[in-house]
């Protein structure tokens, strides 16, 4: 079923706000326009099956002068909260010939009877009123042009009625442009053409609200004179509170800063955790919730109920992270590494749902995450320290899919008639990329052992080159997952402050790590890239020297941790571990050549390192390269 508001202008030489939202509150359509054509060509689409349309403006009037009863009555009511009506009698030029609204109405094909039972209506209501019930005003917003109201009360007012709608009809990404455009506002005309259609929008919760609570609802006055239906002053509807809201609203302002360096932790948390576990990952990124958008959430309702009564404390998507892995397997992984090494709060995996229900749709693994006892005094997290952060994981296909649904039916506008197609296509899209997202899985699998191409042109660079690197590492660890593209250039510049400079030198520096202790003692829950295989190979082999390299200045502590873990070897393999070769000072690496033992140089047809990228800096850590383990 639809919900129709029109905020109807007297004439058309002013612009009429249309909207409709959906049965579950959601915004499907915003516009002004000005003719009646225009009104009928926009709406018809969603009033040809089940509707209910709230106008804003009067439908019946036969009154020759003054006030309709029901204009009287309601006054009686609200005249105290400055939300009067204005006189309506056929005395004046737009009603003289009968109503705008009901020959609107009438070429719909809406019934106007507010007793009819028709599944196809339109009743008139008033939104001052309403908005005195529903958010717990204690007077009007004046967001209205009146003399001695100058531009930035009128934005302010207005700014604080969208906050309130946005509360109780999910407007996701469409209001921001709305929002954006009365921020910027230099004149009041341009702030009317906003108001128009926040004031529909409104009206299409009226008619959301006059249809699942009618029994809190009052209709003032009758077909034959005229009436209004509005929410009932004094019905026990929880309002939104508005003062709550603000109050709030201030509060997250006033930390909003210290948030936003807290959300930068917790992104650099989440990389840092999933690097050191090797864990091939297409991006993290994160972000705070912005003052607007915590605004619209605090005063969400639903029914007319507040969906928070303590907003700071009940809305937890404040910081958010989100990790896009290239196969489904590693959603998995990020999951567990998450869990072994912070404070999982919540896990909540929604594909898994979806699957359990038997459909295909929105797939994600969603983790509320917070700082473990160990890492809750590093400086490193002062500002993430009491909060948590909300982990969204999913594939790059997920993703996809995700962004596209999202994008389509909350941003876009979706036809009437084209629902239903709608609906079985995005259902048919969902199956096939869950059976993609299988084969990549799949192909992954085969090409273990694979090296990965590392696009970087060395020249003079002293450097291994990276896609030689990364070539024989696939060989070396052929059971290893493959690392980030980047990784292979930072590890080539770990090599070369060894003096590594040659795949035979490497060879011989590996000949004396004892793989099968470092795995023991690293206790690998998952397959870790074969970088991270190489890192901890070098701090076997070289320890506190390979501690102490400038490039490994910023995860000191972290292979500290590591040496220390290397350095409960069984005995006869303790030693090594702890100081590395005897000779480590002064050993040249690769003064024994021993071409037979080096692994044959793969060569790779895919790249998964460089599909994306690059493409958004977001890696880039301000053009300083850190390893894989970097925290």
């Known amino acids: 079923m639809h919900f129709i508001g029109i905020d109807l202008a007297w004439g058309d030489k002013r612009p009429t706000g249309l909207a409709v939202i959906d049965n579950d509150a959601r915004l499907l359509e915003v516009s002004a326009v000005r003719t009646d054509d225009e009104i009928v060509a926009a709406l018809a689409a969603y009033a040809e099956d089940d509707c209910l349309a709230a106008i804003d403006a009067p439908i019946v009037v036969t009154n020759a002068t003054g006030s309709r009863p029901a204009e009287q009555q309601l006054s009686k009511d609200f005249r105290r909260f400055d939300a009067a009506t204005h006189p309506s009698n056929t005395g004046k030029p737009e009603f003289a010939n009968g109503t705008r609204a009901a020959r609107v109405a009438k070429r719909l094909g809406l ?10 209506r339109a009743i008139e ?58 921020e910027n506002a230099t004149r009041k005309s341009e702030l009317r053409h906003v108001e128009d259609q926040v004031d529909a929008v409104l009206c299409a919760y009226l008619a959301h609200f006059v249809h699942h609570r009618r029994d809190l609802t009052t209709c003032y006055g009758d077909l034959e004179t005229g009436y209004i239906i509005t929410p009932t002053l004094g019905a026990e509807i929880p309002p939104a509170r508005a003062e709550v809201v603000r109050r709030a609203v201030q509060a997250y302002a006033a930390q909003h800063s210290e948030l936003t360096r807290a959300g930068q932790e917790a992104v650099a948390l989440v990389q840092g955790l999933l690097d050191e576990a090797g864990i091939n990952y297409l991006s993290v990124t994160g972000r705070t919730k912005s003052v607007p958008s915590f605004a619209e959430k605090a005063a969400r309702t639903k029914l007319g109920t507040p969906l928070y009564s303590d907003p700071l404390t ?31 709060h919540d896990d909540r995996d929604w594909g898994l749902e979806t699957a359990n229900e038997g459909r295909f749709g929105y797939a994600s693994r969603h983790l509320m995450i917070g700082l473990d006892p160990a890492r809750e005094s590093h400086p490193d997290f002062a500002h993430l320290r009491g909060h948590a952060a909300q982990v969204q994981v999913r594939t790059v ?20 008639e084209h629902v239903g197609e709608f609906d079985r296509r995005f259902t048919l899209a969902a199956g096939l990329l869950e059976l993609a997202d299988h084969e990549f899985s799949k192909i992954r699998e085969r090409l273990r052992g694979v090296a990965p191409e590392v696009n970087e042109t060395i020249g003079d660079d002293p450097r291994l080159d990276p896609r030689e690197l990364a070539a024989y590492l696939a060989g070396q660890y052929s059971e290893a997952g493959w690392s980030r593209a980047e990784h292979y250039s930072w590890i080539a510049d770990i090599l070369l402050e060894l003096g590594v400079t040659s795949l035979v030198e490497l060879g011989d520096v590996l000949r004396e790590a004892d793989e099968a202790a470092i795995a023991a003692q690293m206790d690998y829950r998952h397959p870790p890239g074969a970088v991270r295989r190489l890192d901890d190979a070098l701090l076997w082999v070289f320890g506190a020297r390979y501690v102490a390299l400038h490039q490994n200045a910023d995860r000191a502590a972290l292979l500290e941790h590591r ?26 690496p690769g003064q024994q050549q021993h071409q037979g033992d080096l692994h044959e140089v793969q060569t790779a047809t895919f790249d998964p390192g460089e599909l994306r990228e690059g493409q958004d800096g977001e890696h880039d850590h301000g053009g300083e390269r850190h390893g894989p383990a970097a925290q």
């Open 397 to 416: 296909l997920q993703h996809a899919w995700a962004e596209f649904e999202h994008d389509i039916r909350y941003k876009g506008t979706v036809p009437a």
């Open 111 to 120: 019934d106007i009877d507010p007793r009819s039972g028709r599944r196809r």
């Open 125 to 182: 209501v008033y939104p001052h009123p309403a908005t005195i019930v529903l958010f717990g005003l204690p007077k009007v917003l004046r967001y209205k042009a009146k003399p001695g109201r100058d531009l930035d009360l009128l934005r302010s007012e207005l700014l604080s009625l969208m906050t309130l709608v946005a509360g109780v009809v999910s407007t996701e990404e469409t209001w921001a442009g709305l929002r954006h455009q009365v």
């Open 314 to 344: 009940q809305i937890t998507d404040l910081l958010g992270v989100r990790v896009i892995t290239y196969v489904r397997d590693d959603v998995d992984a990020v999951a567990d590494v998450l869990a072994e090494q912070v404070i999982v």
């Open 563 to 588: 040496l220390a873990r290397l350095r409960a070897a069984p005995p006869a393999l303790r030693a090594r571990a702890a100081s590395g070769p005897a000779e480590a000072d002064d050993r040249q």
